[in-house]
């Protein structure tokens, strides 16, 4: 039996909105990367006075095509979907500046340091950020920036915090 779920595919500054209809909202998210399905009762009322693409998951997603088809490449690497189901998950992305995040069980970063090749660094607690997309931890190529809690809790330590945000 399928039931009809909201999904929402985050693109930076804007997103798309979906009705899609299946089994249950993990169906979802385990057969298109990159989607959130939409439980919150307000978004729900809110999207329903829109003209909103209606698709079926054991059909033709149209617009997602290419994201069932991402995942599907995805399901067919050995690292996928080790992070999902996991709370908290530690991911550190090199670069300058060096980010590092801790999420949540549904990808949120719950906490986020940025340092920067100088030694300069910053955290910020991400919690009832307005602007923070999920990340994918279905997705493998999460899988070799994970790092363990100790490593996160020292670069946390020693970032200054943000006077905007509560620090813990």
């Known amino acids: 039996m399928t039931s009809r779920h909201l999904v929402f595919h985050d693109l930076g500054a804007a997103g798309r909105w979906y009705w899609v209809d299946a089994a249950s909202a993990e169906a979802i998210v385990e057969a298109v990367a990159e989607v ?18 209606s698709v079926a998951l054991d059909g033709d997603l149209g617009p997602l095509e290419p994201l069932r088809a991402k995942r599907t490449r995805q399901r067919a690497d050995p690292g996928f979907a080790p992070l999902t189901g996991r709370s908290p998950v530690y991911l550190r992305f090199p ?4 980010l590092l995040y801790e999420l949540g ?4 970063a719950l906490r986020e340091v940025r ?9 910020i607690d991400m919690a009832g950020e307005p602007i923070n997309p999920p990340f994918d931890l279905w997705d493998p190529a999460y899988v070799p920036l994970e790092v363990e809690r100790d490593v996160f809790e020292a670069a946390w330590r020693s970032a200054p915090g943000n006077p905007s945000t509560t620090v813990t």
Request: charged fraction near 25%; glycine fraction near 12%.
């Open 115 to 123: 340092v920067w090749s100088s030694g300069a660094g910053s955290r």
């Open 95 to 98: 670069g300058d500046p060096e």
């Open 36 to 53: 959130e399905v939409i439980t919150d009762p307000a978004a729900h009322r809110m999207v329903s006075k829109w003209t909103v693409p």
């Open 105 to 108: 069980p549904d990808g949120r």
